[in-house]
């Protein structure tokens, strides 16, 4: 694999809008080269009689039955409410509207 150019970094800065110096590009260019070998490394290990995964343990959700419990009644949810109107919480305006 070919190491990455001075013009290439720029061309990505460019696409990324990031103000890079000339010092920086030589930095990136290095450093960008480092990860594409390694990116590359990966794509040579891994085998096809291995299967994908997405965790290194298997994951099982744990679910709780829904059960039907008393709650509160709308009066007396809102009888804490500092102000109510039609059943609801009453809360102060905090964006105009578009006419």
Do not use: K, W
Request: glycine share 4%; charged share 25%.
């Amino acid at each position: 694999m070919a190491a990455i150019s001075r013009e290439e970094v720029a061309h990505l800065a460019r696409l990324s809008r990031l103000a890079v110096t000339e010092q920086e590009l030589d930095q990136f260019a290095g450093q960008l080269d480092v990860i594409l070998q390694s990116v590359a490394r990966i794509g040579d290990v891994a085998a096809d009689d291995i299967p994908p995964t997405s965790h290194s343990v298997p994951l099982t959700n744990v679910y709780r039955d829904d059960v039907v419990q008393p709650c509160l009644t709308q009066e007396a949810a809102l009888s804490g409410a500092p102000d109510s109107a039609e059943g609801r919480f009453r809360v102060p305006r905090i964006l105009d509207e578009e006419e």
